[in-house]
């Protein structure tokens, strides 16, 4: 599609529920990138994944945080029995990789999903 | 580690004013710097970039940023801002060896007629 593509664009659910929140990146962008918005923070770092190559799950916050991508494109990222906390924007970006090294690579950004955990 | 602060978290500015975002990186390794916009209720989207060159950049809708080594900084400047400029912006650091880009803590600006 002509951007990243993000759903659902808000979602309520009570504590201890189940999310799935969806990402569809730009066709052709290799690089797939969740990060999440809190209230008054800055964008933190959840899970990255390029190509094939195993994926850089170093910023979940906890076990109950989950993320695929299935054949190179779609990605979905799970939050299993939901807590207050994890009331926040989870945004997702695609790239392409540039020859600099994946650090100089530009994102594009969905609009974000909006999760309220009541 | 690295790290970036935005030193302010909120700066209204007139209409027509110049209007200056700080931003301070702390990093051991050769960086690349951005700086994002996000509009109400909408995606960041790419200002501009330094990679490598010149240390004055120019990005979209008269933005231009500064990297200085020395002070380890990058801060964006516009001499003139429209409301439309009504936004929050955010500092971004990427290495060579790295993947995610690590994000400040972003600066609401708002424009006041």
């Known amino acids: 599609g002509a951007g990243v593509s993000q759903s659902p664009s808000n979602k309520v659910t009570e504590k201890g529920k189940d999310v799935e929140l969806r990402c569809d990146p730009i066709?052709?962008?290799?690089?797939l990138y969740w990060y999440r918005q809190s209230l008054g923070q800055g964008l933190e770092f959840l899970i990255y994944?390029?190509?094939?190559?195993?994926?850089?799950k170093s910023g979940l916050p906890s076990d109950r945080f989950s993320a695929e991508r299935t054949g190179g494109s779609v990605s979905t990222l799970t939050i299993q029995r939901t807590q207050q906390e994890d009331s926040a924007v989870y945004l997702c970006?695609?790239?392409?990789?540039?020859?600099?090294?994946?650090?100089?690579?530009?994102?594009?950004f969905g609009a974000g999903s909006r999760l309220t955990v009541l | 580690a690295q790290s970036v602060t935005q030193l302010d978290s909120q700066v209204p500015v007139f209409e027509e004013a110049p209007v200056e975002l700080r931003c301070n990186y702390s990093?051991?390794?050769?960086?690349?710097l951005f700086w994002y916009v996000q509009y109400p209720n909408q995606g960041l989207q790419l200002l501009l970039k330094?990679?490598?060159?010149?240390?004055l950049v120019k990005g979209i809708n008269g933005f231009e940023a500064e990297f200085n080594k020395s002070q380890t900084s990058f801060h964006l400047r516009k001499p003139s801002v429209h409301i439309s400029d009504t936004a929050e912006y955010f500092c971004?650091?990427?290495?060579?060896?790295?993947?995610?880009?690590?994000f400040g803590g972003g600066t609401r600006v708002l424009v006041k007629p």
């Open positions: 970006a695609s790239s392409q990789v540039v020859g600099q090294g994946y650090g100089a690579n530009v994102l594009t």
């Open positions: 066709s052709g962008h290799t690089a």
């Open positions: 994944f390029q190509g094939n190559s195993a994926p850089d």
């Open positions: 990093s051991s390794v050769s960086v690349y």
């Open positions: 330094y990679l490598s060159g010149s240390t």
């Open positions: 971004a650091l990427g290495r060579a060896a790295g993947n995610k880009l690590t």
